[in-house]
């Protein structure tokens, strides 16, 4: 089956700052990509996602890459701020298997005022 | 988002206990799914439903059981054969062009 690998665990930056954070998987079959950021004790929230025709796509400071030779993607957070900080997710669906979403560990990001 | 709903936010289970947790969608979705999050963890996927009285297992279905009879509503209940259930328990539904979206959780207890 598929297998997401997200890193890093955890990311503290300064507002204002940058923040990535790079997820890889295992299925060279996989055609969606969503990121989801989850706030503590709420639900996950979908901030962006990317389809497999596609190498890039940006909503505001929010962007996602995708590089499908190298099977990873990637989540970039322009201007933080402290209203950014949440836990972010990627995950991956699998070719063949419609529908069923494997998800990244996770990423605790921390901006800092 | 606010056209799926989770009942009850908080749930304690005692030893020996079958419990049902409740998931409801107004999105007209076919697909809805459940996932178990523990500290630290990703979602884990329990089972999914695809289609009216249709339903797969997930990665960790043990222990766990669905319904799916109407397509508004997907009902997990947590068996006494689940060893560790206490998580935090998400149902999401589903698009066609597999966006999903999620509820706002159930907090299980086991005391």
């Known amino acids: 089956g598929e297998n997401v690998e997200q890193h890093p665990s955890t990311l503290s930056v300064q507002e204002g700052d940058s923040a990535v954070i790079k997820c890889t998987y295992s299925?060279?079959?996989?055609?969606?990509f969503p990121w989801y950021k989850q706030e503590l004790g709420k639900r996950p929230q979908l901030i962006i996602d990317?389809?497999?025709?596609?190498g890039e796509k940006k909503d505001q400071r929010i962007a996602v890459t995708l590089n499908k030779t190298a099977k990873h993607f990637s989540l970039h957070i322009t201007e933080t701020q402290p209203e950014d900080s949440a836990v972010y997710f990627c995950?991956?669906?699998?070719?063949?298997?419609?529908?069923?979403?494997?998800f990244g560990k996770g990423t605790l990001l921390t901006v800092n005022p | 988002d606010g056209g799926i709903t989770q009942s009850p936010k908080y749930l304690f289970r005692k030893e020996g206990q079958n419990v049902t947790l409740s998931c409801e969608q107004n999105?007209?979705?076919?697909?809805m799914y459940w996932y178990r999050q523990d500290p630290g963890q990703g979602l884990r996927l329990i089972y999914y439903?695809?289609?009216?009285?249709?339903?797969q297992k997930g990665d960790i279905a043990e222990g766990y059981s669905v319904s799916r009879e109407k397509k508004e509503s997907f009902p997990l209940t947590v068996t006494s054969a689940q060893k560790n259930p206490t998580a935090f328990y998400l149902c999401?539904?589903?698009?066609?062009?597999?966006?999903?979206?999620f509820g706002p959780g159930t907090r299980l207890t086991v005391l």
């Open positions: 999105l007209n979705h076919d697909a």
């Open positions: 999401a539904s589903g698009t066609l062009i597999n966006e999903q979206f």
């Open positions: 439903s695809q289609i009216v009285n249709d339903f």
């Open positions: 299925d060279s079959a996989s055609n969606y």
């Open positions: 990317i389809r497999s025709n596609v």
């Open positions: 995950a991956a669906i699998a070719g063949g298997s419609n529908y069923k979403l494997t």
